[in-house]
């Protein structure tokens, strides 16, 4: 072989190699990264989680989103570009507690975020302060689906008597009562503790969050089917999650009346535990979709809902300043 020939060789060889490794790095990091002569600036972007169809509907409809590409990880697929003018990276992560856990965990660990933004559904659970397609922002949340169930008859009674739910005439109860258990919070920072009420920080200060939810507009409609009423965002309430999503009236007024919970899903405490076990702020926004036990949700309530929340979401992730990591 000729020296020209093997010349031409190694150099289309050191051309596929390097094709190669841009393609990797690519998967491993698909965030974008600006060169500068002495170091890498990182974008850092926030992660927008949500967990349904629904959800991702309301956030290609709104044309908000500009998609610069997307990877593939453990079955998820995460979306990379810009909401407005503010990076972010978004995740559908599936319903379920353990989906939500390992999608937002997947997110945190995968890409360089600097805050998580959960948006959902819920239901009311106090209808004279929630009515459907209204925005609920809660201060804290608690993950109510743990239960010690105690024996009929037991000295140490839950705070769930079921013998108060006896129809037509309370009374003893065999299925005894539950208790409901803290859970474990794990921190970088701190010893793991437990606690009840996780806390969801605040999307803002007083004074932009008024600023911003005076000029917010809200949808009210879609396929013909209206709100009875005009949509609002409601700060400073007390939400409850377990894996079982709340349909069951007395059930809801226990909640309420107990835990001074005005909202019920089945994702908001799980996203506030992994984000705090990873010493990242977040935030979360609930559309609801129906008051517990009075409203059943439909496709056109629970979308106006879903897409309510984005916007809310999507107007506050819009003063977020963008964020980069220092240079080593």
């Given at each position: 072989m000729?020296?020209?020939n093997l010349a031409v060789l190694l150099v289309v060889g050191l051309l596929l190699v390097t094709a190669k490794q841009s393609m990797q790095m690519s998967l491993r990091n698909p965030t974008a990264e600006i060169e500068t002569s002495n170091c890498k600036l990182t974008v850092l972007r926030v992660g927008l989680v949500f967990t349904s169809d629904h959800n991702e509907k309301a956030v290609i409809d709104s044309g908000l989103f500009t998609n610069i590409s997307y990877v593939d990880i453990a079955g998820r697929t995460f979306h990379v570009?810009?909401?407005?003018?503010?990076?972010?990276?978004?995740?559908k992560t599936g319903?379920?507690?353990?989906?939500?856990?390992?999608?937002?965990?997947t997110l945190l660990l995968k890409f360089n975020i600097s805050k998580i933004v959960f948006f959902g559904n819920a239901g009311s659970l106090n209808g004279s302060e929630l009515v459907p397609g209204d925005v609920a922002v809660p201060e804290a949340v608690a993950f109510t689906g743990v239960w010690e169930w105690e024996i009929f008859e037991a000295q140490?009674?839950?705070?769930?008597?079921?013998g108060h739910f006896n129809y037509p005439v309370n009374g003893e109860n065999l299925l005894g009562t539950v208790a409901y258990e803290n859970i474990t919070l794990y921190s970088p920072s701190e010893d793991p503790k437990e606690v009840f009420w996780l806390p969801v920080p605040s999307p803002s200060d007083k004074a932009a969050t008024e600023e911003l939810t005076k000029d917010l507009k809200l949808k009210e409609c879609h396929s013909g089917r209206c709100l009875p009423g005009t949509a609002k965002v409601v700060f400073g309430l007390k939400a409850s999650t377990s894996d079982f999503y709340v349909k069951n009236k007395a059930y809801g007024e226990f909640l309420l009346g107990k835990f001074n919970a005005?909202?019920?899903?089945?994702?908001s405490a799980v996203v506030a535990l992994t984000s705090l076990s990873n010493g990242k702020p977040f935030v979360?926004?609930?559309g609801i979709s129906n008051i517990?036990?009075?409203?059943?949700?439909?496709?056109e309530i629970s979308y106006i809902a879903s897409r309510n929340a984005f916007l809310t979401a999507a107007a506050f992730i819009d003063l977020f300043p963008t964020q980069r990591l220092a240079c080593e």
């Open positions: 000729s020296r020209i570009g810009t909401l407005k003018n503010t990076p972010i990276v978004y995740v319903t379920q507690s353990v989906n939500v856990a390992s999608g937002v965990q140490n009674k839950g705070q769930l008597a079921f005005s909202t019920a899903d089945s994702a979360v926004f609930q517990v036990g009075e409203e059943s949700s439909n496709p």
